[in-house]
T-cell receptor, first 113, second 115 residues
Framework: DGGITQSPKYLFRKEGQNVTLSCEQNLNHDAMYWYRQDPGQGLRLIYYSQIVNDFQKGDIAEGYSVSREKKESFPLTVTSAQKNPTAFYLC????????????FGQGTRLTVV | AQSVTQLDSHVSVSEGTPVLLRCNYSSSYSPSLFWYVQHPNKGLQLLLKYTSAATLVKGINGFEAEFKKSETSFHLTKPSAHMSDAAEYFCVVRSLTGTASKLTFGTGTRLQVTL
């Protein structure tokens, strides 16, 4: 079945460590997105990529990095520079600029301990 | 710039009564608008979308929304709430920056359904 998969579902990180969240899709979508969700703030865009080997900063990119080496994969690294990384992270994909509907993964809950 | 405002952070209704979740948008051109639903610790599921066709849009699970340009609103309704409707609902507007398409989310409305 086609879909978008995030792993792991829960992730714990010690302060000062980098951690990478996985996002894989087999929908043949060109565009992929990372959002951060905090209570009462909706979803805020971290990074997005419209095509392989290209990505742009979203509204809250500081302390995060991404890569897009393959169409299917868009991993997000939360670096030690991110001062408040505890949050729920959602990955999404869609087929292109003219397509309207985005498909979301099930999310990764990151907790700094 | 595009933006959405969800007017209520929490809405509580009794099972079997109507649901109204309010959303106002701001857009410099004819927008694409969406409602997504999120159950606890889950991803988002598309309920319905408006893309400049019919102004009354029907979605899944009995939900519908009406696009009103004069009021810049896209309120979500359902005639009769079910316990399984309890979730968080997001109103979303799509914006285009060059060839890039971005979604801007409202802050969400948590729907509580009581017996």
């Amino acid at each position: 079945d086609g879909g978008i998969t995030q792993s792991p579902k829960y992730l714990f990180r010690k302060e000062g460590q980098n951690v990478t969240l996985s996002c894989e899709q087999n929908l043949n979508h060109d565009a992929m997105y990372w959002y951060r969700q905090d209570p009462g703030q909706g979803l805020r865009l971290i990074y997005y990529s419209q095509i392989v080997n290209d990505f742009q900063k979203g509204d809250i990119a500081e302390g995060y990095s991404v890569s897009r080496e393959k169409k299917e994969s868009f991993p997000l690294t939360v670096t030690s520079a991110q001062k408040n990384p505890t949050a729920f992270y959602l990955c999404a994909s869609k087929s292109g600029a003219v397509s309207t509907e985005a498909f979301f993964g099930q999310g990764t809950r990151l907790t700094v301990v | 710039a595009q933006s959405v405002t969800q007017l209520d952070s929490h809405v509580s209704v009794s099972e079997g009564t109507p649901v109204l979740l309010r959303c106002n948008y701001s857009s410099s051109y004819s927008p694409s608008l969406f409602w997504y639903v999120q159950h606890p610790n889950k991803g988002l599921q598309l309920l319905l979308k408006y893309t400049s066709a019919a102004t009354l849009v029907k979605g899944i699970n009995g939900f519908e929304a009406e696009f009103k340009k004069s009021e810049t609103s896209f309120h979500l309704t359902k005639p009769s709430a079910h316990m399984s409707d309890a979730a968080e609902y997001f109103c979303v507007v799509r914006s285009l920056t060059g060839t890039a398409s971005k979604l801007t989310f409202g802050t969400g409305t948590r729907l509580q359904v009581t017996l």
